[in-house]
């Protein structure tokens, strides 16, 4: 409002008077290169002064476009982290259960092993059985057909070893045995 600005105000009194001073005195002399560089300079700062909010801001959205960008590839990053992490835990405490489940299985096929060690041995019982059944009436049989062909040999014998005259006094003494029980 004063026309100076308060906080550059010395600054520009002293830079200005010691412009002067170095002018006066010809430590700057003023020629066609100096006027042109400062006035370069001058349309510097001016356009400096006045793009730059725009530059900044044109920066500041592009670089918030890109934060926001890498933000959210960041957050997906986490995302599936976190879901690898999750799955890496299922996986430990399945890991933790296939310990039962093994001894389960081994429970299961000790189980499988003592009913198939059970079932070749009632296998085995009935063969053995059937063996022995057979031997049996195969004894059974050799002693019929012995006894049998013993008997028939015997009764063979013992008709061939009666004579004619003992067999009429069989019959003579059975007659006799029955006239004696006969009714009289």
């Known amino acids: 409002s004063r026309g100076i600005n308060a906080e550059y105000g010395g600054a520009a009194v002293l830079g200005g008077s010691l412009l002067a001073t ?15 560089g400062s006035i370069l300079f001058a349309c510097t700062y001016g356009l400096g002064k006045k793009l730059s909010p725009m530059v900044v801001d044109g920066l500041d959205k592009y670089t918030s476009n890109i934060e926001t960008t890498m933000n ?3 957050k997906v990053q986490i995302a599936a982290y976190e879901a690898a992490i999750a ?3 299922a996986a430990i405490e399945s890991l933790s ?15 499988e092993l003592e009913a198939e060690y059970r079932r070749r041995v009632k296998s085995v019982h009935t063969e053995v059985k059937k063996r022995l059944d057979y031997q049996v009436e195969l ?12 008997v ?10 009666i004579t004619p005259e003992q067999e ?17």
Do not use: T, Y
């Open 87 to 89: 799955e890496e835990k």
């Open 72 to 74: 959210e590839g960041k």
């Open 168 to 184: 009429e006094a069989n019959i003579n003494q059975c007659i006799a045995s029955l006239a004696l029980l006969a009714p009289q």
């Open 22 to 36: 170095a002018v006066s005195k010809e430590m700057i002399v003023l020629d066609a290169d100096v006027l042109a």
């Open 97 to 111: 259960l296939a310990g039962d489940i093994f001894d389960i299985k081994r429970e299961l096929v000790q189980i």
């Open 152 to 161: 028939s040999w015997l009764e063979q014998e013992v008709i061939a070893s």
């Open 139 to 150: 004894e059974n049989a050799k002693k019929a057909f012995i006894r049998d062909h013993i």
